[in-house]
């Protein structure tokens, strides 16, 4: 019997096959729920397998930028789950270039990130300089000395990046100042993120709050948990809301993401987020669970 | 006879000289006040000559971190202004030094800057690190790669840095995260700054909005427009606000800060601030005046 169950309640056996019943397309987060770092999370291979055998369209959507589609599809391999396309993988990479196809742009892009925003952009056409190419760059300063920059530059994207430096963000902040109609896109604002399992890191929010800092503008974000990729999996595929459960390990992004965009969602304890912590937050999720695995049980 | 002025009038002759009589303590910014880049203002030194010779006490005070208080001593002297004293020059590298005296710090500070919050530091007896020597530092990611961090720091003091990089980023980030009580010192929060005269540059505010979005705390600030260094010389020299007059280039800056600090303020169109720009903004001086030359006329 399809009752909807008030939120955050656990998982039972009973709730998971009606939240599967009811659901047409899980949209799974990566990091924390398929994955933790480089190691595939016991059981998840089956469960997706399960999920799959049942007719279920199955989504990846991660805010990492650092990797393009391709090269994701090569880390889902890699860990031995086969059979994927890279069309059901939503990077926040993809994201950046995905939002500037959809307003028709034509210029040129400024990229402070790392080579996966360099590929998406690639696979749609648009120019871009900036990125890991600009990793060494240092500014000698001489009296009167002036960095020149590419007027033809119309957005500026940031995501993570492991080699920023003061160079990209002078550059990014004088398309931002002086290029007229200039706009700035982040992949994400998370404030920490999962180089390693072994601590939190910097996450991209620190590249796009110093950008923020220096150009006075607001981003466009188009990664979690703003509502770009929801818009623009729903229209590809042809999926209403009510179909779709979010899947996630963060209350912040992947949760709130469910949450905004009219979806059913599964919190993962197998990630960032501990029971003590969804205990003491707002951003209620309808269902947690310990992993993914559960859904097969 | 001194009559109010209404908000933002020409310094004409007659203002002028009531607005000196009535003035016991100048504060000037130094870019775009005192000089621009590496040039003196054209009448600058003479001003200042009579002021003293009027008797008035003049304070520098400048946001720029990235020297201490005698190394703008030597930049004063060098542009021919000379017979200062250290003791009348407030940088925002001095003003983090003078914050952590003032709560009595005891434990050890990062800082993402350059030499000047460094040789403060010194000064006061704090121990440090970062800063320059962190600048080549690099993170080689490998599985279950960790940042090793000082569990003695308790203050972060973050301000301009042409040399930042991830390495400091994630530094920074892991001891206002992971250090109980860590405290966040911000030298300024600039948007940008006037490495040279031939363009703007990202200022400080881009080093402060990386490390506010990854550690997901706000900083103290010490420098202008908050009241922390005015507070200070109050205090110090035993000025009441009605003596002081604030005299600056920059609205958002100097003028704010006058202008929450109670005192009178004089704007020059000698730096960033075009009188187009005055004319539009919601901060608004007693008076503004094409340089302080005007003060001696």
Redesign the interface.
């Given at each position: 019997m399809a009752v909807e169950a008030p939120k955050k309640s656990y998982l039972s056996d009973d709730a998971a096959r009606t939240l599967i019943d009811q659901t047409n397309t899980f949209i799974f987060d990566c990091d924390g729920v398929v994955w933790k770092?480089?190691t595939l999370i016991d059981g998840v291979k089956e469960t997706l397998d399960m999920l799959r055998a049942e007719g279920k369209r199955l989504i990846f959507v991660t805010n990492n930028s650092t990797k393009s589609r391709k090269q994701y599809l090569s880390k889902f391999e890699s860990l031995g789950l086969t059979g994927m396309k890279p069309e059901e993988i939503f990077s926040s990479s993809f994201a950046a270039a995905a939002y500037l196809s959809s307003i028709g742009f034509k210029k040129k892009a400024y990229v402070i990130g790392e080579q996966g925003i360099q590929l998406e952009l690639d696979l749609v056409g648009v120019d871009h300089l900036g990125g890991p190419s600009d990793g060494d760059k240092k500014?000698e300063?001489?009296?009167?000395?002036?960095?020149e920059h590419d007027a033809d530059v119309g957005a500026v994207i940031v995501g993570f990046?492991?080699?920023?430096?003061?160079y990209k963000?002078?550059y990014a902040?004088?398309c931002l100042?002086e290029n007229p109609g200039c706009i700035f896109i982040a992949t994400n604002?998370d404030?920490?993120t999962h180089?390693?399992?072994?601590?939190?890191?910097?996450?991209g929010?620190?590249?796009?709050?110093?950008?923020?800092?220096?150009?006075?503008k607001e981003p466009t974000i188009v990664g979690k948990p703003a509502s770009f990729m929801l818009e623009y999996i729903c229209e590809q595929f042809g999926i209403r809301r009510d179909q779709i459960c979010m899947v996630g390990d963060r209350l912040d992004t992947d949760i709130m993401f469910g949450v905004d965009g009219g979806l059913r969602t599964l919190l993962c304890l197998s990630g960032v987020t501990t029971k003590e912590v969804l205990d003491e937050t707002s951003v209620q999720p309808d269902y947690y669970v310990e992993s993914i695995a559960r859904l097969r049980k």
């Open positions: 770092g480089d500014i300063l001489k009296p009167g000395e002036l960095m990046d492991r080699y920023v430096n003061y963000l002078q902040t004088l100042r604002t404030a920490v180089l390693t399992d072994a601590q939190e890191w910097a996450g929010g620190a590249m796009v709050g110093a950008v923020k800092a220096s150009s006075g």
